[in-house]
T-cell receptor, first 117, second 113 residues
Framework: AQKVTQAQTEISVVEKEDVTLDCVYE???????LFWYKQPPSGELVFLIR??????QNEISGRYSWNFQKSTSSFNFTITASQVVDSAVYFC??????????????FGTGTRLKVLA | DVKVTQSSRYLVKRTGEKVFLECVQD?????MFWYRQDPGLGLRLIYF???????EKGDIPEGYSVSREKKERFSLILESASTNQTSMYLC????????????FGPGTRLTVL
């Protein structure tokens, strides 16, 4: 089965701590894409990053970094020096090919991050 | 910037009513999606469309139908609303046959009484 597991339901950290959100996926596809989205309290999902299965380079964007490891089927997300504005629900997602030749997303159940001042 | 809009942020309907949720995107994307979001379950795909008048079932299509008469508009229809359809409904659009980044609307919180 193809699925995304975010085992951490909720994490609380104190401001300025580093925090890592875990994402483990299963897929039969050889070509696939992985995503992270942020859902702040306002509700609208905000795109953070997209990674294809052939690109295992880690990526850093400001305080955010992503570690993609095909060997362990993981795509973890680290926030360095967390801030209160990072408080949100974070979703990991995986594409899955369809019979029509398009792709669908499979989402994890999300991790709620609370950053305390 | 991609803009995906949904017709209502909050909606309250009665059991048995026919409900229409509208979604419009302004970036000429081929693909559009409807999800529902429930606590502990993440986002689950109801239906998607990869072209005008084309649709494909997602993972939980029962009790729903969709319509895509124009490229920019994708409607979700609850033929006879039930209380278990109380949820947050999210619309999204993307390019590249769906493997591209999906852009989401603000969501519609539907309550069925």
């Amino acid at each position: 089965a193809q699925k995304v597991t975010q085992a951490q339901t909720e994490i609380s950290v104190v401001e300025k701590e580093d925090v890592t959100l875990d994402c483990v996926y299963e897929t039969r596809d050889t070509t696939y894409y992985l995503f992270w989205y942020k859902q702040p309290p306002s509700g609208e999902l905000v795109f953070l990053i997209r990674r294809n299965s052939f690109d295992e380079q880690n990526e850093i964007s400001g305080r955010y970094s992503w570690n993609f490891q095909k060997s362990t089927s993981s795509f973890n997300f680290t926030i360095t020096a967390s801030q209160v504005v990072d408080s949100a629900v974070y979703f990991c997602a995986l594409t899955r090919g369809t019979t029509s030749g398009t792709y669908k997303y499979i989402f994890g159940t999300g991790t709620r991050l609370k950053v305390l001042a | 910037d991609v803009k995906v809009t949904q017709s209502s942020r909050y909606l309250v309907k009665r059991t048995g009513e026919k409900v229409f949720l509208e979604c419009v995107q302004d970036m000429d994307h081929e693909n559009m999606f409807w999800y529902r979001q429930d606590p502990g379950l993440g986002l689950r795909l109801i239906y998607f469309s990869y072209d005008v008048k084309m649709k494909e079932k997602g993972d939980i299509p029962e009790g729903y139908s969709v319509s895509r008469e124009k490229k920019e508009r994708f409607s979700l229809i609850l033929e006879s609303a039930s209380t278990n359809q109380t949820s947050m409904y999210l619309c999204a659009s993307s390019k590249d046959r769906g493997k591209g980044t999906q852009y989401f609307g603000p969501g519609t919180r539907l309550t069925v009484l």
